[in-house]
């Protein structure tokens, strides 16, 4: 079952732009590359609004509270613990990229335990041929999406703190304990809470995440994970935040309990990274039960290492567009981001933006393929249709070039983005046809040719730039010779954004991209022939 996974995997691949590859205290993370969350008994839902109601009147009887102000008619319903089973593509994006609720792959009113390390991801070997149920908590007047889904159960959610007084604050507080105690959950709550007597003593869980970074000589430097989401849970009660560049966060809630935390990949700058084998939800690391803080360094040998350095190198492309003037590349992109042996590189289908139906990649590689590809992998590409895919061989681990790779693919989304659904789906059809670039003689070889021109010449200029030393690749690479952008800027002085501006929609050949210099820079016409009749003669 696994080399047949990875014989399909390689087809998806293959089959699109195979060509793009390229030859406190803090605890460091050397987790193994698989584990997996095992859900164990049904635990009573200390939020319920049964049982805050009882918490409640417990409360209003004991010594403490008796005859005090506080109404039965506060408990009230405010959220509803919901699971949703979306059916088709458009149903899992509807979740997906949902950013009002949080969604999870198992009940939360279940023992969770976490076993073979702190990861977690769905592996396609166990899961069914169709999505699952996906568990989450809504507020009570929200607009419900679109599929199937149940409601669980009516939750009741103290928000701290509250505007109001202190006494009240407190009450809320001393509310949520005694629903705890009451439901046989004493023991998740949090000792350190009651060294403290006052709500505002409660405080919001945070930390820092880092990765080790491989590209300087200097032993221990880790960056921050920036941009990505951390997310704290006990029960149907979820708090998030987002990590600042340099790593840091502070979830938006405050707990009396320890929290499960998660460490999500989704970026705030619009973009989602997929695990190994995660096609419903981003990328997750699961670092199990913690209390008030927590904070990380992942090493090269934890599977969070290549989504962190993935999740890095986009960061940094979007900061490098602003100040280069290149269009960042669309938002709500998704990336497939995993490891294989004896394969490394890249390619930016652009899938689920120009919404491939009849010629998508799992239609690809079922007619080309049907006799080897299951129901099973066929139901799963047709779902997931991720717009980059980011593979690297089990062996490497130099973050340079996780960076290029991901530069060059980026390139090509912001070329996507400015030249459209129609540009690209020619493109790809080359690449299809062909199973690779062809000869450049092609109907459709000029998308692929300007297409790999400024790919390989952004991505190599970023690498450059960024590292040091030399451009990656061939200047000479294939029949489309990228040299000519990189020789433009190298020899001529033409910037990054003189160079994209003449990346239009209708730009289809390499001769159209000189002919269209031309028309922007009629100054330059000389260099600009001379460099192309040195590269195309």
């Known amino acids: 079952m696994k080399n047949y996974k990875i014989i399909i995997l390689f087809i998806v691949i293959y089959l699109t732009f195979t060509s793009c590859k390229k030859n406190e205290d803090i605890v460091t993370e050397i987790q193994p590359e698989k584990g997996a969350v095992k859900i164990g008994r049904k635990l009573d839902n200390p939020y319920s609004v049964t049982n805050m109601k009882k918490a409640f009147n417990n409360l209003m009887q004991s010594e403490k509270y008796k005859g005090s102000k506080f109404k039965a008619e506060m408990i009230e ?77 009516a939750c009741y959610m103290p928000e701290l703190p509250d505007k109001g007084s202190e006494e009240y604050n407190q009450f809320l507080i001393d509310l949520e304990v005694e629903s705890y105690k009451l439901t046989g959950n004493e023991a998740l709550l949090n000792k350190e809470y009651f060294q403290f007597s006052k709500s505002t003593n409660v405080a919001n869980f945070n930390g820092t995440l880092t990765v080790r970074n491989t590209t300087t000589t200097t032993t221990n430097v880790y960056d921050g994970i920036a941009g990505v989401k951390v997310r704290a849970r006990n029960f149907t009660k979820i708090a998030n935040a987002w990590t600042t560049a340099s790593g840091f966060y502070r979830v938006d809630k405050s707990f ?22 995660g096609f419903y939800v981003p990328a997750t690391y699961m670092f199990g039960q913690h209390m008030n803080t927590l904070s990380r360094n992942f090493e090269t040998n934890s599977i969070a290492w290549l989504w962190a350095t993935t999740n ?124 690779g670039y062809g000869n450049g003689n092609e109907p459709l070889a000029g998308y692929a040719g300007v297409g790999e021109i400024w790919g390989n010449y952004f991505g190599s200029t ?63 016409t000389a260099a600009i022939n001379a460099q192309f009749n040195s590269y195309f003669p």
Not at 269 to 276: D, L, P
Not at 495 to 520: K, M
Request: hydrophobic letters at 35%; proline letters at 5%; one cysteine or more.
């Open 462 to 524: 970023l690498g450059r730039n960024n590292f040091g030393g030399s451009r990656w690749g061939d200047p000479f690479e294939d029949w489309y010779n990228p040299g000519y952008f990189m020789d433009l800027d190298d020899i001529n002085g033409f910037t990054e954004q003189l160079l994209f501006n003449a990346l239009n929609s209708n730009i289809h050949t390499i001769n159209d991209l000189r002919n269209e210099l031309i028309r922007l820079y009629p100054t330059r």
């Open 77 to 153: 319903t405010t959220h509803y613990y919901m699971r949703f089973l979306p059916a088709d593509s458009s149903q899992v994006s509807a979740l997906l990229f949902n950013n009002d609720i949080e969604t999870f792959a198992y009940p939360l009113d279940y023992e969770v335990t976490i076993e073979g390390g702190g990861v977690y991801y769905a592996d396609p070997e166990d899961a069914p041929s169709e999505p699952t149920w996906q568990y989450t908590v809504v507020p009570v007047n929200y607009t419900t999406p679109n599929m199937t889904n149940e409601v669980l159960e």
């Open 256 to 277: 009396i309990t320890n929290v499960y935390v998660d460490l999500v990949f989704e970026n705030n700058r619009g973009f989602k990274i997929w695990g190994n084998g």
């Open 312 to 435: 890095n190198a986009t960061y940094d492309y979007f900061d490098k567009c602003t100040q280069l003037g290149i269009l960042q590349p669309p938002s709500n992109m998704v990336f497939w981001n995993f490891r294989m042996n004896g394969e490394w590189g890249g390619s930016a289908p652009m899938a689920r933006h120009i919404r491939l139906d009849i010629n998508s990649l799992a239609d690809f590689a079922y007619f080309y393929f049907r006799n080897m590809i299951s129901g099973f992998w066929y139901t799963r590409f047709a779902l997931m249709m991720p717009d980059i895919f980011i593979l690297l061989d089990n062996s490497v681990n130099d973050s340079r070039v996780v960076y290029e790779t991901v530069y060059h693919e980026l390139a090509h989304a912001s070329h996507y983005r400015q030249v459209g659904s129609t540009f690209w789906r020619n493109y790809i059809t080359h690449i299809v046809t062909n199973f």
